[in-house]
């Protein structure tokens, strides 16, 4: 499968080298008399620049008796060198294109793109040589994110978010080429409505799932790796009422939920920030939620939980911030509770098993669950938190696998949730529907 047309990588280095060093020399010019060029003066300046360059190589091929290049040609070459110098180079055709899902890098010449229905196809060199790519990689996590990534040898691993909302990994020096695992967020501004045109929820559980945020719920959404779990929050998360102040925790920033002012006109978002080179400076996770809750805020959304945070938010989320929610891996909607337990031990606090399925318990009303597989991506399990009984939390599960592994009405919802549903507009009528009833 072809992709968008490629132009000659040896033109684009060579237009690209002239144009970066006149760049340069031009901004330390203007630096020198007191000026300063932002980014959209250095990108006019680049433009005036390949102009000139394009101008000199079409006089070049006149007197070599060759045909011009077309005006596409053109446009073409000059999209390959404007990402080199200010995009992520070769990356960029690949991250531009909304067909891709994944990209995956094992060198700079074996690259293969993932499409939404699975098909896996190799994929154009990234770069001319891995110590390019490396290089290239060293670029992206210098301006990528809140704060920069260090890339080397003494940190061999890489995880930033890009302003398109894909997020890179790298990793280096730990094995034999230097790897790439790019996944590209096709929904960025993502809304249950979403959700259901991609086959994830029907129009019962859509409503169920808007009523839940809109009645305060707190929710933990689970799922294997890649099964969507950020896509799932942040349609979630377009159901919040837009006067409402929003906190979000992320190690990588991903969730973009303050980028859509229309939708989130009160929203902070925070990210970890790694230690530097002498290991201090260093903001976990778990300091961020324990600076959310000095911020005010209506809901505290975590875009992951991983570790040591799982403690201070579980108080967090049974102290009165109605409607938090966060994500988490888990096979299954039965084993959240102990993948909590298993993080809760290994965190400071080395809270047991029992305290924190008490404290879990008193924390979380819902857990929503989604699936991986062949057939797709979509909500297998809704379960509702009842209590805490020792080594066990009690549930309901209130959506549970149909034949075909999506969710479907299972047990009764409990009368007090269900009250709660109905005054943010839940019509009970879609839950009692027979199962087999996705659209």
């Not at 034949?403 to 009692?432: F, K, M, N, Q, T």
């Amino acid at each position: 499968m072809s992709l968008v047309p490629v132009p000659d990588d040896v033109l684009v280095a060579r237009f690209r080298a002239a144009v970066g060093q006149a760049l340069a020399e031009r901004t330390a010019a203007a630096e020198r008399s007191g000026r300063s060029l932002d980014a959209d003066d250095q990108m006019a300046l680049a433009r005036r620049l390949l102009n000139g360059e394009l101008e000199g190589y079409a006089g070049e091929r006149l007197a070599a008796q060759l045909p011009l290049l077309s005006e596409d040609e053109e446009e073409a070459l000059a999209h390959a060198v404007f990402d080199r110098l200010f995009e992520h180079g070769r990356l960029q055709r690949l991250l531009d294109d909304e067909r891709i899902t994944d990209i995956h890098c094992n060198g700079h010449d074996q690259v293969f793109i993932v499409f939404p229905d699975g098909r896996k196809e190799p994929g154009p060199p990234v770069a001319d040589s891995d110590e390019e790519l490396i290089e290239l990689l060293r670029q992206i996590g210098r301006r990528a994110g809140l704060s920069e990534r260090d890339f080397n040898p003494a940190r061999p691993s890489m995880n930033v978010p890009l302003p398109n909302g894909s997020r890179l990994f790298a990793v280096a020096w730990v094995c034999e080429r230097p790897c790439v695992a790019i996944r590209h967020n096709r929904h960025p501004k993502g809304t249950l409505d979403d959700l259901r045109r991609m086959g994830a929820i029907d129009r019962g559980l859509q409503a169920f799932l808007a009523a839940a945020v809109r009645s305060g719920q707190q929710m933990l959404i689970a799922g294997p790796t890649g099964s969507g779990k950020t896509t799932m929050l942040r349609g979630l998360a377009a159901e919040i009422p837009s006067d409402e102040r929003i906190v979000t925790i992320e190690t990588d920033l991903e969730l973009g939920l303050d980028r859509f002012p229309d939708l989130h006109p009160d929203c902070v978002a925070l990210e970890a920030r790694e230690a530097n080179v002498e290991d201090a400076g260093e903001v976990t996770a778990a300091d961020l939620v324990r600076m959310s809750l000095r911020m005010n805020p209506d809901r505290v959304l975590v875009g992951e939980v991983r570790g040591a945070e799982v403690v201070p938010l579980l108080n967090a989320m049974s102290q009165g911030n109605e409607g938090s929610m966060c994500t988490i891996h888990a096979d299954s909607s039965a084993t959240v509770f102990n993948k909590l337990a298993l993080y809760a031990v290994q965190s400071p606090e080395r809270l047991p098993l029992e305290a924190t399925n008490l404290l879990a318990a008193s924390a979380i009303d819902l857990v929503v669950w989604l699936a991986k597989t062949k057939r797709g991506r979509f909500v297998g399990s809704v379960r509702h938190v009842v209590e805490a009984d020792g080594r066990t939390v009690v549930t309901n599960e209130l959506f549970r696998p149909g034949p075909d592994g999506r969710a479907v009405p299972g047990d009764p919802i409990p009368a007090d949730l269900l009250a709660e549903l109905v005054d943010a507009g839940y019509d009970h009528s879609l839950h009692l529907r027979p199962g087999g009833w996705w659209e």
